[in-house]
T-cell receptor
């Protein structure tokens, strides 16, 4: 699993609360990604990072922010959680650059009530 | 926006049979990748085929790429129950900044 961990693995929260998901890697991969997976939509990119403090938006970035202060950690924050953000969130890393193999974490199941 | 789309959405076969899944995409690509996802787990990379390659093999997997038709196929030979999973194709997006995943094909292999 390329040394990628996600925490927490499961979380239930209430609408309007802030939530932070953490992705930690031990592979020293430069690129990191956050996806959400929903039935009928497959995987959709939320944000990605191409280096420490270098991040950019993906397809479904509204309502999410990210930070990467260290190579190994990539945080995803839901500023004010909504029920539409109930999903499974996956972190992925990539060693060499765009279009290379991506390695996925085990996922975080988030439920917003 | 969807770049790759898999077909069929679901496939059920018996152990020992071959399974073929297809992926179509819309714009030119640098490479195309296939991933597998077991229920409740993260995606696992299976194979990457570059735009200048036509066929690639890895164990029981065979991937073909036809850039003129903007399509790829994944063949799993002699399927096993352990191959039961969802399979996704992924291509680079038009901006050249990230991979775009399809919605996947769910494969069920019964013994």
């Amino acid at each position: 699993d390329a040394g990628i961990t996600q925490s927490p693995r499961h979380k239930v929260t209430e609408t309007g609360t802030p939530v932070t998901l953490r992705c930690h890697q031990t592979e020293n991969h430069r690129y990191m990604y956050w996806y959400r997976q929903d039935p009928g939509h497959g995987l959709r990119l939320i944000h990605y990072s191409y280096g420490v403090k270098d991040t950019d938006k993906g397809e479904v970035s509204d309502g999410y922010s990210v930070s990467r202060s260290k190579t190994e950690d990539f945080l995803l924050t839901l500023e004010s959680a909504t029920s539409s953000q109930t999903s499974v969130y996956f972190c992925a890393t990539e060693k060499g650059g765009a279009f290379d193999t991506q390695y996925f974490g085990p996922g975080t199941r988030l439920t917003v009530l | 926006s969807q770049q790759g789309e898999e077909d069929p959405q679901a496939l059920s076969i018996q152990e020992g049979e071959n399974a073929t899944m297809n992926c179509s995409y819309k714009t030119s690509i640098n490479n195309l990748q296939w991933y597998r996802q077991n229920s409740g787990r993260g995606l696992v990379h299976l194979i990457l085929i570059r735009s200048n390659e036509r066929e690639k093999h890895s164990g029981r997997l065979r991937v073909t790429l036809d850039t003129s038709k903007k399509s790829s196929s994944l063949l799993i030979t002699a399927s096993r129950a352990a191959d039961t999973a969802s399979y996704f194709c992924a291509t680079d997006n038009q901006a050249g900044t990230a991979l775009i995943f399809g919605k996947g094909t769910t494969l069920s292999v019964s013994s």
